[in-house]
């Protein structure tokens, strides 16, 4: 609820993006990034909650101390700057020779991974108007993480963008939901590195299945608060229902035409694609 109530405040707006998460352990973790603001202004952003979580009657225990730093964009993909000043923040390939390729940390969970599930849902503005919208949307992720861990991905929402880019976004394919979304909602689970007819690394089917029906759940109790949610294509559920409307919405009417006409014979075909 306090996150909630200060995301709305302070944070909803331009300069902030990337995610928090939250999870059955009682934690939310906070892994946001901001644009165009040196670290005084960062840290003034968050000093309401930071301030309460200090007080004794928060119940809140901190895991650690947060960390504010302010990181010129240039630098954001400088090696030899993350090798420095965060070196836990970059994985580095061991292979001889293959040093200077590397990647971020929280990434290498991806690699050889076997997918148990993954959903996505667009969560609307309107949940963050006024104290009862705010509280039926705590409710909300406090009941989906009961059932599993999932994170809110703001960058991915376009309603606190400035009026050009929402304009942009508006010549995509996009479903246009997304322009009066805040964030996204992503609960997913793997196993990896994982390699089917590979002794040793086999998919753990039953796992993958318990997984895959507590991700739903957990993305129903959100559906409750955001029925017409809709979901991002590249990062959604294989077997998404009504995936036309989710993906697209009122746009999919205007590409199922444009396919039609330019590849009347189904040429090329995706799964879940216009027309496919």
Not at 123 to 144: I, K, M, N, V, W
Not at 156 to 163: E, L, N, R, T, Y
Not at 219 to 226: D, T
Not at 256 to 263: C, G, L, M, S, V
Request: aromatic share 12%; glycine share 8%.
């Amino acid at each position: 609820r306090r996150f909630v109530a200060v995301y709305a405040s302070r944070l909803f707006n331009e300069r902030w993006g990337e995610s928090v998460s939250f999870g059955p352990h009682n934690r939310l973790a906070v892994n946001m990034v901001s644009s165009g603001m040196d670290q005084t202004a960062v840290k003034a952003a968050w000093q309401p909650f930071v301030a309460w979580i200090a007080r004794a009657d928060s119940g809140v225990t901190p895991l650690r101390e947060p960390i504010f730093a302010a990181v010129p964009a240039r630098r954001w993909w400088d090696e030899q700057f993350w090798r420095t000043a965060a070196p836990d923040a970059i994985a580095v390939d061991p292979r001889p020779g293959r040093d200077a390729d590397w990647w971020w940390s929280g990434d290498r969970d991806q690699v050889g991974q076997y997918l148990y599930g993954y959903e996505s849902l667009w969560l609307p503005q309107s949940l963050l108007t006024d104290d009862g919208a705010q509280e039926r949307l705590t409710d909300a992720l406090f009941s989906a993480s009961r059932q599993f861990d999932f994170a809110l991905h703001f960058n991915k929402g376009i309603a606190g963008a400035p009026s050009g880019v929402k304009a942009a976004v508006t010549h995509t394919a996009t479903n246009p939901i997304v322009l009066d979304s805040f964030a996204l909602a992503i609960c997913g689970d793997a196993q990896g590195p994982s390699y089917p007819g590979v002794r040793g690394h086999e998919p753990d089917v039953a796992a993958a299945r318990n997984s895959a029906a507590a991700i739903h759940r957990c993305m129903e109790q959100l559906r409750a608060v955001a029925p017409a949610g809709g979901a991002y294509v590249s990062e959604s559920n294989y077997f998404e229902r009504n995936w036309q409307q989710a993906y697209w919405g009122e746009n999919y009417a205007r590409l199922a035409a444009i396919k039609e006409r330019y590849d009347p014979d189904g040429l090329f075909r995706v799964h879940n694609g216009v027309a496919s």
